[in-house]
């Protein structure tokens, strides 16, 4: 997920690392584009990221939106919904917001509890 997020291109040149391939390699400036695993600011950007989106979409998709913002814990979604009907229309709902962004939902585990 982390690496699905884009970082503003004005806050780019704040995540610069630089890199030798051998000990007389020049040193190589890059400039990271898109959040990074293990940074410390990670888990509050995808977090954020996820709670604007569910903002953005609560009209098109409010099931999604909803499970977004009270369901999510970095890029993971525990939920569940009150009956059969309800269930593929949640799943549907978070596939189709996450991927108006460019996210793909890679696995949906759909566990009945009668």
């Known amino acids: 997920m982390l690496r699905q997020i884009l970082i503003d291109p004005d806050q780019q040149d ?3 690392i630089v890199w030798k391939t051998g000990p007389n390699a020049e ?4 400039r990271l584009k898109m959040v990074t695993y293990g940074m ?3 888990p ?3 977090i ?6 569910a903002e953005n979409e609560k009209s098109r998709f409010p099931l999604a939106s909803e499970v977004l913002l009270h369901d999510t814990y970095m890029d ?3 939920s569940g919904a009150p009956d059969l009907k309800t269930a593929p229309r949640l799943q549907s709902q978070l596939r189709d917001t996450l ?4 996210m793909t939902l890679t696995s949906g585990l ?3 509890l009668s």
């Open 14 to 16: 704040l995540q610069r």
């Open 27 to 30: 040193v190589s400036a890059y």
């Open 40 to 42: 410390s600011n990670a």
């Open 44 to 46: 509050f950007l995808a």
């Open 48 to 53: 954020r990221t996820l709670q604007q989106l």
């Open 76 to 78: 993971d979604i525990v």
């Open 99 to 102: 991927q108006s962004r460019g």
């Open 110 to 112: 759909l566990i009945l």
